[in-house]
């Protein structure tokens, strides 16, 4: 009996109701599974860089203020923001430009408004463009 050779002559059994598997879908079968789930996605956020926010300088926080001044006096002027986004996840974040015309400056909360809806709160502000 340990040798099969009760078996080992028989033909192979074909279903006659199932249609036969493919080997694309038999080897998936056998493919090795994560037993350790979410690890890779956790090796990817440890390796996932973000900067580090820098202070502006004295020159830089002047620069700022004057533009900010500057597109107050313009009807709905194209500027470009550069502005600091904290990662969620770990410390630090990143920068992030925006292109967008210029509605008001909302005092009350702190934050520049642009006509197409988007908002930038001041403090994450570090450089702003006019396009002309």
């Known amino acids: 009996?340990?040798?099969?050779?009760?078996?080992?002559?028989?033909p192979h059994h074909v279903s006659e109701k199932r249609q036969r598997m493919s080997l694309r879908d038999r080897a998936a079968q056998f493919s090795p599974f994560a037993a350790l789930t979410?690890?890779?996605?956790?090796i990817d956020e440890?390796?996932?860089?973000t900067d580090h926010r820098e202070e502006l300088t004295e020159d830089e926080t002047e620069e700022?203020?004057?533009?900010?001044?500057r597109i107050q006096e313009l009807n709905l002027p194209q500027i470009m923001v550069t502005y600091f986004v904290p990662d969620e996840k770990k410390s630090g974040g990143k920068y992030v430009l925006y292109t967008g015309h210029f509605r008001f400056l909302d005092m009350q909360e702190?934050?520049?408004?642009?006509?197409e809806g988007k908002e930038?709160?001041?403090e994450a502000i570090v450089k702003i463009d006019i396009i002309e």
């Open 1 to 10: 009996m340990e040798d099969y050779s009760d078996i080992i002559n028989h």
């Open 38 to 42: 979410g690890y890779d996605e956790e």
């Open 46 to 49: 440890t390796a996932r860089l």
């Open 64 to 69: 700022l203020n004057q533009a900010i001044c």
């Open 110 to 115: 702190n934050r520049i408004k642009f006509a």
């Open 120 to 122: 930038i709160a001041l």
